[in-house]
Structures are given as structure tokens and as C-alpha cells.
């Protein structure tokens, strides 16, 4: 094959380039994100441990494990089904309560439902999860500095923004 193109390309290309390259291309070398990066979020077991209920599916994501679950005056959600009568739910990025819960799951979802993201990292690191608000259209985030998000997620770009507020990473 390289014997029949080599002949004909010389002839096309000679004259036409001059010195250098045709045109130029910047490239940029930065540590800076430019996406947001989505991560599963993926139960683990933790030392933190309450006994409750499991009353309804998850109010703020729609995956089919997730679950809306309260221990004394405290509401979690979501809460994620794991193996015998106990849900993982996460306070944070590496923080979450082992509930063990009495009775059976309220029926999940259809599969294959929308994961909304619970959980954000912020631009700086700041932590942000979900509220549920029947009150307000769209998912509020509280964030650990204490202010909470009024608008909804943009996801518009490849880099995420809630309030003007770059979201670095979240969990669905």
C-alpha cells in the first residue's frame, strides 16, 4: 500500500508547506480541573451505628438502592441497602451511620432510575449534601461551612456549578 501513496503524495504537498508547521497550536500544561468528576457512590460498613426505620424511597436520589430512613429525631437520606436488615448512610465523603433497620424495605424504584448526585466536594474541598424540600423545586445542598445552595445544579458544562459554586466531584 505505502508503495502505491508514497509516488502520488510528494507532488500533491511539494511547494505548499512552507518553513514550520502550518499553523500553530497552543498547548496549556495545568493542574487546574476542567470537568466535574462523577463518582458511584459505593457503601462501606462504618464504626457509627443507630438502629431505625426505612419508611420510603430516597427523596433526593433516585437509585433503585437508596432508601429515606430515620433513628430517633435524626432523618437520613439516602440510606443504601446492604446485605441482612442494615443500610449505610453516608454523613460525608468518608463518614457514614450503620443503621440497623426492623421489617422490610419500602419497594425500590424501577432499575435503571435517575442518580442524582447527593453529594458534593466543592471547589476549596467544602462538603455539600442533599436536602430534601418538597417546598423548593430542584435538590438543595447544606454545605459544612453552613450555607446552603438556593439554585439547582447546573450541569450544563463539562464543569459543574450550584450558586456560582465549582463542583469539583460528586457522588450519585
Known sequence: MRRFLAP???PVT???AGEGPAFDVRVTT???QRFTQTVEYRPRATANRATGVCGSVS???GRHDAYRCTSGGTTYDPCFAIPGTRVVCPASVVKAVLLAYGGAL???PEPGGTADPFLL???GGVQCTAVA???VPGTRFACADGRVTRGSLDTSGPLWTVDGLTVVKAYA
Open 106 to 108: 419500602p419497594v425500590p
Open 8 to 10: 502520488g503524495i510528494g
Open 30 to 32: 495545568s493542574r487546574a
Open 59 to 61: 427523596a433526593v436520589t
Open 133 to 135: 424540600d418538597d417546598s
Open 14 to 16: 511539494a511547494g505548499l
Open 121 to 123: 466536594t466543592l471547589e
